[in-house]
């Protein structure tokens, strides 16, 4: 465990939702499980912002400590180095629990597959154990992904997806719609009060710069003057929702009445082209890499639009962040990241 006192100035993201309700509730504490990655260390900032106690579980197999710099000597963070696919002995009770424990990454996921499964199922597991055994609220992190490589566009969350389960990607997929399967019947069978967010694409400041998802990937290679790496012919869409955006969906969907249980989809509506976000980050960066064409690896879903009506209905909840202002402030992130690594010189591109 680690306590202490914060004495930072910086203000992160303050939210009229999260301020009502932590008047009106008076709730005090709050389980990030996978608190170390660039969703769960802002999840973090907001609770501690707003007065609740905040302990933050990572295994920091893809979080990194670097992004709770802000919170390690704050009186009223704990951080409880574990993996959450093992058995968990907390001695604090939680009124809130946040899953957000899994690399969303593929080359992260997909570099130890029968761990993903293990974090996705046996993590599923363990924190419903908490949440029962404490009368805790639970939000499962759960993802685009689990509607595969889609025949419908925009995805609606009835949609029961086109999903290999027997394929590189199947630990990730699959695990999440298990971890689904498992929160459904913990809720049916125990009567958990839970909440199912399918996340869509997220960027934005805290994200690793090796992380290996398409935007870290293009902004890195153009500041450093590296071939963008375009896999298949670019058509292929994303949505992608900013990073503040994509924390205002997940507290609004926490605290909404405890009266439907069903998943929200949390993402942006606007569908990018892959090839036109490379050329909209190369224009940003002023940068002269060309851009390199790689075979489309298996499975990798040709599109991806969320239907977002369930979330503007219940939540009031859309995007406000466009992919223009986002990459700028995940740009001028990745600039410093790389020049204080000495990957880059300072004020490259």
Same mark, same amino acid.
């Given at each position: 465990?680690?306590r ?7 203000r992160?993201?303050?939210r009229?939702n999260l301020?009502?309700?932590a008047?009106k ?7 990030v499980a996978g608190g170390?990655?660039f ?8 609770y501690?912002q707003k007065g609740?106690?905040v ?10 400590l670097?992004?709770?710099?802000g919170h390690l000597n ?8 574990q993996?959450? *696919?093992?058995p =968990? !002995?907390l001695? @604090? &009770?939680?009124e %809130?629990?946040?899953?957000l424990a899994?690399p ?10 029968l761990?993903?499964l293990?974090t996705?199922l046996?993590?599923a ?7 029962r055994?404490t009368g *805790?609220?639970i =939000? !499962?992190a759960? @993802? &685009?992904e689990? %509607?595969?490589?889609p025949?419908?566009s925009?995805?609606?969350?009835s949609?029961?997806g086109?999903v290999?389960t027997?394929?590189p990607?199947s630990?990730?997929d699959?695990g999440?719609r298990a971890?689904e399967t ?6 049916e069978c125990?009567?958990?009060d839970?909440?199912v967010?399918r996340?869509?694409n ?5 994200m690793?710069?090796q ?5 870290s990937?293009f902004i890195?290679?153009?500041l ?7 896999f ?11 990073l503040d955006?994509?924390?205002?969906g ?6 909404s009445p ?12 606007q569908?990018?082209p892959?090839?036109k976000?490379?050329?909209?980050v190369l224009?940003?960066?002023?940068s ?6 790689l075979e ?15 979330a ?6 859309e995007?406000k962040?466009n992919l ?6 995940t ?5 410093s990241?790389l020049a204080?690594?000495g990957?880059i010189?300072p004020?490259?591109m």
């Amino acid at each position: 465990m680690h306590r202490g006192v914060y004495r930072g100035t910086k203000r992160f993201g303050s939210r009229e939702n999260l301020s009502s309700v932590a008047g009106k509730s008076g709730a005090r504490s709050v389980l990030v499980a996978g608190g170390a990655g660039f969703l769960g260390a802002e999840l973090c900032r907001r609770y501690l912002q707003k007065g609740f106690d905040v302990t933050c579980l990572d295994d920091l197999s893809s979080g990194r400590l670097v992004n709770l710099d802000g919170h390690l000597n704050h009186p009223g963070f704990t951080f409880l180095r574990q993996d959450v *696919a093992k058995p =968990l !002995q907390l001695e @604090t &009770s939680f009124e %809130y629990i946040f899953n957000l424990a899994c690399p969303a990454s593929p080359p992260r996921y997909q570099a130890n597959p029968l761990q993903t499964l293990k974090t996705c199922l046996f993590g599923a597991f363990n924190l419903l154990e908490l949440a029962r055994a404490t009368g *805790a609220r639970i =939000l !499962q992190a759960s @993802t &685009s992904e689990v %509607y595969g490589d889609p025949h419908v566009s925009p995805q609606k969350e009835s949609y029961a997806g086109n999903v290999n389960t027997f394929g590189p990607r199947s630990c990730y997929d699959e695990g999440k719609r298990a971890a689904e399967t498992i929160f459904h019947d913990y809720h049916e069978c125990h009567g958990v009060d839970l909440r199912v967010a399918r996340i869509f694409n997220s960027y934005g400041p805290g994200m690793d710069p090796q992380d290996g998802r398409v935007v870290s990937n293009f902004i890195t290679q153009a500041l450093a003057g590296d071939p963008i790496t375009l896999f298949g012919d670019g058509t292929q869409t994303r949505s992608f929702c900013y990073l503040d955006d994509t924390v205002d969906g997940l507290i609004a969907l926490m605290h909404s009445p405890p009266t439907e249980f069903e998943p929200v989809n949390i993402g942006n509506p606007q569908e990018t082209p892959v090839g036109k976000l490379a050329e909209l980050v190369l224009q940003k960066i002023g940068s002269n890499s060309r851009l390199s064409y790689l075979e489309l690896p298996q499975d990798d879903p040709k599109q991806r639009r969320p239907d977002i009506s369930r979330a503007r209905k219940r939540l009031g909840w859309e995007p406000k962040v466009n992919l223009s202002d986002g990459l700028d402030r995940t740009i001028g992130y990745f600039r410093s990241e790389l020049a204080a690594s000495g990957k880059i010189a300072p004020g490259a591109m």
